[in-house]
Each structure stands twice: as structure tokens, then as C-alpha cells.
């Protein structure tokens, strides 16, 4: 019955069928959810895991029902993706992320997130040319070995940021999620500038050049995301629109994000670091003007799309594994395809490696606090975390080796069979021993003073951006702490202790200009909401 049923989604018109797709696409959206509630507490997989085991499994009963013609019921289209699935993923990371810890390791955050990903892109590109002449692949060029560069190097911490507890090591979750968010802006921002540029004769202007683009997209990115997030925050504190309606306050907040994405697109921008920065600015000014209601609203209801957005990717990428179309093109040359597939993961590993450790002696050095150095098992854990590869890496390969999800060409079809596998070996495999690894490398804290994680995340949103490394979140606590910070009196002072300086600088130019224009917590008096319907009835 299950098989009949897959033959007539397929086999339905075109308007038809495209409804049929989506009810069994959503159906198992539902399936992984619930799947994945239920594996929650287990020791080797978690929901990213769940969803493509999902996909793989729905997969090959396709392929049976429709006699290995196909394994989907949706073609990949990256601009799908792009324009529609990683938004609301990035946008989220940013509204909720920790900002006093964010910023407080900004500085290792990039050294990892751009400096790191440029030796990986180095690495992979440069040992890809040499070995894959050793496999008899000669039919790539130049800007399909730095492709290959930027598709790999594009990490997917997701499995690792599932097991990590962000209230239990918050120096370490800011690490692996800031690092992961630059990292993919980085990979995307290096993918385009290669498919930007003649690279088939590299000289030292053109590399010039490629540095000047790479450096204008990151700057004009981040200036846009939070322009953004400033005129959203400005017009919701002169209309307030939550005193007529909750409704209007959030549906702003909502399009003026999907807004700051989509202009970065228009503009060849990082529409990544935008949308990102997009949200830490809205999260620091926007969410404190809007009303009790409007703030719960929106938490959850960025976390919500976020959340249906990954699970969509993983599933889709379990199903599409199993695309005959791509495996037929490679099965007279398994060994080639096998091979490219040792040698990338092998990269990753090496790539990965290449920059963690040595970065991180580099970070040691320059931190004068203990507790902001990144001690060895941490290390371990920063490395491991970035050896998943997962959607962007997909997508990159989707975009550059595949026309609408198809290809004929045996190049072609070996380098995304080899990004398929990499996929799904990374996630599968080393996300199932992430789990085990984490609780190795760091012991589970027993503590009754953690705060709910209801709590925790709604302190995380109306934290400062910056914060002189007390370990203290409320905003009150952080105002009163501020006015003990040494005022720097000399360069001398401002070199050797950059976070103090600079967050007393940021404080007095924050308090005295940008929270009285834009808003923020402690400005704006408390806007009631909307009446319930309780109280409407009595």
C-alpha cells in the first residue's frame, strides 16, 4: 500500500503531484520531530542524525516503488535554499545568540571563522590538484579545485552545538557557534568571489584584488545587517505599534529581517553575515521595544522556523543521497568516485586541523585572563565540531557542479556523488560519536544554581552586547559593573586590556546615543500588551 501510494504521488499531473509532495514531505517533517523527541536522551543520535536517517529510509522505499527511477519527491533547487531555508537558520543564530560572550571572543571567533577557513580553503584546494592527478581526475581546472576549497570548507556544527550546554560551557559554545556561522559567511563570500573572477592564471593583482572583494563584501555586510536591524528598531519605538497590535509589531520585525537577506542577495552581498548581524542588532535594540507579548512571539517564533528549516535540509539531503540519476553517471569508475570521496574527507580532517591547533596557540598568547584561553580538550572538541560538513556544502556543490539538481557529466556527477558521501559519512558517523566524545572530553556539571532554559534564553537576548568578563548577564548588573571598568589613559593602557576599554567605550556611546534614538532595555517604559481574552470576557 505504501508503495502504491509513492506511484501515484509521482506519477500525479503536475499540480497534483506537487500537492501529493508536499503532504508526504510534511508528513515527514511531523515523523522527525516526533522521532526525534523520542530519541532525545540517546547516547549516539540526535535530531540532525534522525532527520537523515529519515530521508535515507523514505528514499529507498521510493526507489522501490518507482522501480530506481527515482529517490525524491522534490528536485534541489540552491536558489530554494538560499533564498528561502538558510535565512530564517542564520537570522535565528543571531537573535538568540549569547552577545556579552559573542563579542567578548570576537577576536578568536574571527581568527577561527575567517583566518581558519582560508588555510582550510588553501589546504583543500592545493591537496585536492595534487592527488586527484593521481586518481586520473584531469578534466577539472583551476576554479573547480578552488570551488572545491570553498564547498569543503563551509563546516556544519550542528551536531556538536546539540550536545554542547551553552549555559554549562558558555566560552566554549560561543567558540563553536560563532565560529560556525563566520565560517559558512566566509566559505560563501570565497565561493562567489571565485565564480567572480578569471582564476585561470592567478597573478598577484588578481589575488590582490580577490582580498579587496573578499574584505569590501565582509564590511558592507555586517554595516547593512545592522542598518537594518537599527531602522526596524527606530520605527517599532516611534509608531509602537504594540499598543494597537501585536500582530503588526511582529510581522515587521519578521519582514524587515526576510529584508536585510534579500537586499544583500540584490546587492551581491553576504546576505549570511547581513541576516546575521541583522538579528544581533534587532535582539539588542527592536526586542526591547515591543510589548511582553510581541517579545515571547518572536522567540519563538524565529526558533520555531529555524528549528522546521533544519530538519527540512537533513531530510531532503538523506533523500537526495540516493539519486540514481548522479550514481549511474559514475558506475563504470567507482573506484574514482570512492577514491575522491578519501582524499576530501581525508582534506577536511588535515584542513581542520591545519588551523585549530595553531590558531589557538596563537589566541593563548594574546589572552592575559585564564579562563579565555582555549585549554587542549576544547581544542579537541573546536576541531571535531567542524568536521561535519552538511547543507551550504550541498548547496555550493548543487550550484556549481548541477544545473536545477541534474547532471550528464562524469566529472560532474564524481564531485557531487563525493559531496554526498562526505555528507553523509560526517553527519552519520562522527555525529553519532559526538555524544560520547563530548561527555569524554567534558564531564557533565552537576549544578542546582543553572537557570531554566527559558530563563537563560530571554537573559540572552536582553544582555549587553558587551560585558567586562564578570560572568554577569543582567543588564542592571552590567551597567553597575561598567562604571568600575579602568578608564584607559594611555595606549598602553588600551593594549593591554582591549575588552575593558573597549566595552567602556561602547558602554557611554551606547547609553548616551544609540539606546535614547533606537531603544533598548531600560530606555522605553514598560509597554503593556494586548488584553487577553480573559480579561475581555470579564
Not at 556544527?157 to 567558540?175: K, R
Not at 555528507?423 to 552537576?446: A, D, I, Q, Y
Amino acid at each position: 500500500m505504501m508503495g502504491l501510494g509513492l506511484v501515484s504521488i509521482i506519477k500525479s499531473g503536475p499540480d497534483e503531484g506537487h500537492v501529493d509532495s508536499i503532504t508526504l514531505f510534511v508528513a515527514l517533517l511531523c515523523a522527525c520531530i516526533l522521532i526525534g523527541h523520542l530519541f532525545e536522551k540517546n547516547r549516539w543520535v540526535n535530531e540532525s542524525i534522525t532527520a537523515l536517517l529519515i530521508g535515507l529510509c523514505t528514499g529507498v522505499l521510493i526507489l522501490v516503488a518507482t522501480k530506481g527511477k527515482s529517490s525524491h519527491v522534490f528536485l534541489f533547487n540552491e536558489e530554494l535554499f538560499f533564498i528561502y531555508v538558510l535565512p530564517p537558520i542564520i537570522f535565528n543564530a543571531g537573535f538568540q545568540v549569547k552577545k556579552k560572550q559573542f563579542f567578548r571572543n570576537f577576536s578568536t571567533i574571527m581568527l577561527f571563522g575567517v583566518v581558519g577557513t582560508l588555510i582550510s580553503f588553501i589546504i583543500i584546494s592545493l591537496g585536492s590538484l595534487q592527488l586527484f592527478k593521481k586518481l586520473g581526475i584531469d578534466f577539472l581546472d583551476t576554479v573547480d579545485y578552488l570551488a572545491l576549497g570553498a564547498i569543503f570548507s563551509a563546516t556544519d556544527s550542528v551536531c556538536t552545538l546539540q550536545v554542547l550546554n551553552q549555559e554549562e560551557t558558555p566560552f566554549l559554545y560561543s567558540l563553536v557557534f560563532g565560529e560556525g556561522v563566520v565560517n559558512d559567511a566566509t566559505a560563501v563570500v570565497l565561493f562567489n568571489a571565485i565564480q567572480r573572477f578569471d582564476l585561470s592564471h592567478i597573478t598577484s593583482s588578481i589575488a590582490l584584488q580577490l582580498f579587496a572583494n573578499f574584505l569590501y563584501l565582509f564590511v558592507s555586510s555586517t554595516v547593512l545587517g545592522v542598518a537594518v536591524g537599527l531602522v526596524c528598531a527606530f520605527i517599532i519605538k516611534k509608531l509602537y505599534f504594540g499598543r494597537h497590535s501585536t500582530d503588526r509589531e511582529v510581522s515587521l520585525m519578521i519582514l524587515m529581517a526576510y529584508l536585510s537577506y534579500i537586499t544583500a542577495e540584490l546587492l551581491n552581498l553576504s546576505a549570511i553575515l547581513t541576516v546575521f548581524f541583522c538579528g544581533i542588532s534587532m535582539s539588542h535594540y527592536t526586542w526591547h521595544n515591543v510589548t511582553e507579548n510581541s517579545r515571547v512571539t518572536t522567540k519563538h517564533a524565529f526558533a520555531t522556523l529555524s528549528f522546521i528549516a533544519e530538519i527540512f535540509i537533513f531530510l531532503y539531503v538523506g533523500m537526495d543521497a540516493l539519486d540514481m540519476e548522479k550514481w549511474r553517471s559514475v558506475r563504470n569508475s567507482p573506484g574514482t568516485s570512492a577514491g575522491a570521496s578519501s582524499i576530501l574527507l581525508g582534506l577536511v580532517l588535515v584542513g581542520r586541523a591545519a588551523f585549530v591547533f595553531p590558531l589557538s596557540f596563537i589566541s593563548n598568547l594574546i589572552k592575559n585572563s585564564p579562563s579565555d584561553r582555549i585549554g587542549s580538550k576544547q581544542q579537541v572538541v573546536i576541531w571535531w565540531a567542524g568536521l561535519m560538513r552538511g547543507s551550504v556544502s550541498m548547496a555550493l556543490a548543487y550550484n556549481k557542479f548541477t544545473k536545477s539538481g541534474h547532471t550528464q557529466l562524469l566529472g560532474n556527477a564524481i564531485l557531487i556523488t563525493s559531496t554526498i558521501t562526505v555528507v553523509l559519512f560526517s553527519t552519520v558517523v562522527f555525529g553519532m560519536m559526538t555524544k560520547p566524545l563530548m561527555r569524554k572530553l567534558l564531564p557533565e556539571k552537576r549544578s542546582s544554581s543553572l537557570l531554566p532554559s527559558e530563563a537563560a534564553d530571554l537573559k540572552s537576548i536582553s544582555s549587553p552586547l558587551l560585558s567586562n568578563g564578570n560572568g554577569k548577564d543582567e543588564e542592571h548588573d552590567a551597567r553597575s559593573e561598567s562604571d568600575n571598568i579602568a578608564r584607559p589613559t594611555s595606549l598602553r593602557m588600551l593594549l593591554t586590556a582591549p575588552t575593558n576599554s573597549v566595552h567602556y567605550y561602547w558602554r557611554r556611546f551606547d547609553d548616551s546615543i544609540m539606546r535614547p534614538v533606537f531603544g533598548g532595555s531600560g530606555i522605553l517604559p514598560y509597554l503593556p500588551a494586548l488584553p487577553t481574552e480573559e480579561t475581555l470576557l470579564y
